[in-house]
């Protein structure tokens, strides 16, 4: 039997080009392993922003603060359900009105959150109801209010995702329906005059309100004609109605002029929107 010739041994360049080749081959299935779980992570984590955005956009809590703003703030629920740790969490959201008009925006960042973990995401948003706002028919008028959100995460420190979806939010105004209607004006034996104001709401807010209402009845001239001032202790669901008398100022007449409203509360104070007082 005759001697068999030993195979020469690839070069050393050959033999590290098809190592380095099997190693791309294994990352390579690595890192679509990596990507698949990272994908699949993200589809789940874009559920649980949906539902927790379900579950509390009808949960804020309000207040009135000093500034003629209302404060809303909640906590956010969220479900990692993904096998994948978010990192670097932030959220935005941004308000409309019916008309598309922004009427306030905010966000909160820096969340970490482990995989099948869940964390309680807060936030706040101010909305402001100076007499130049958009938003001052929030006080009298129920609507449905947009909340655009946008969420930004990286999974294990590599991967960005981004979310943003928009949801409907059935907003209930403290003094819903306000009018303030007026009787036959009458004449007091020493010449003043009065008339009998009727003030009507409904409170749909989720919130208790202690303070006054004052109304100022002004001309078509703008000269103020009379004041009233009706007190209020309101929860949510509260129909109001109060009548009060104002007496005139001599001369002044407050048929077609305005009536301003005044809310004054504890630590704050805003305007209400303006009515007309027909002819």
Do not use: K
Not at 16 to 37: E, N, P, T
Not at 61 to 87: E, K
Not at 97 to 111: D, E, H, I, K, Q
């Amino acid at each position: 039997m005759a001697n068999r010739t030993p195979r020469p041994r690839p070069p050393t360049l050959y033999r590290a080009a098809r190592a380095i080749q099997r190693i791309s081959a294994v990352l390579l299935v690595l890192v679509l392993i990596f990507a698949g779980v990272a994908t699949y992570s993200g589809i789940r984590f874009a559920q649980g922003v949906q539902q927790g955005s379900s579950q509390q956009l009808g949960g804020f809590t309000t207040r009135f603060t000093a500034n003629q703003t209302l404060d809303l703030s909640a906590q956010y629920p969220l479900n990692n359900s993904g096998v994948l740790p978010v990192n670097g969490l932030s959220i935005a959201l941004a308000v409309r009105n019916p008309l598309g008009v922004l009427l306030t925006r905010g966000s909160t960042g820096g969340v970490q959150i482990a995989s099948g973990g869940r964390a309680a995401v807060p936030f706040s948003l101010a909305i402001s109801l100076s007499n130049s706002s958009p938003a001052g028919s929030l006080l009298v008028t129920d609507q449905e209010l947009s909340i655009f959100i946008w969420a930004n995460v990286t999974y294990a420190y590599l991967f960005p995702v981004q979310l943003s979806f928009e949801q409907s939010y059935g907003w209930g105004a403290p003094f819903h329906g306000l009018s303030t209607t007026f009787a036959t004006p009458f004449v007091l034996p020493n010449g003043t005059v009065g008339v009998n104001s009727t003030l009507s709401f409904s409170d749909h807010l989720n919130l208790t309100l202690q303070g006054s209402l004052e109304l100022r009845l002004d001309s078509a001239g703008g000269s103020t004609c009379g004041v009233l001032s009706y007190p209020m202790d309101l929860h949510s669901g509260v129909d109001y109605q109060s009548t009060q008398t104002a007496y005139l100022v001599s001369g002044c007449n407050p048929l077609g002029g305005t009536v301003r409203g005044v809310i004054i509360g504890p630590a704050f104070s805003f305007a209400l929107p303006t009515q007309e007082i027909p002819p």
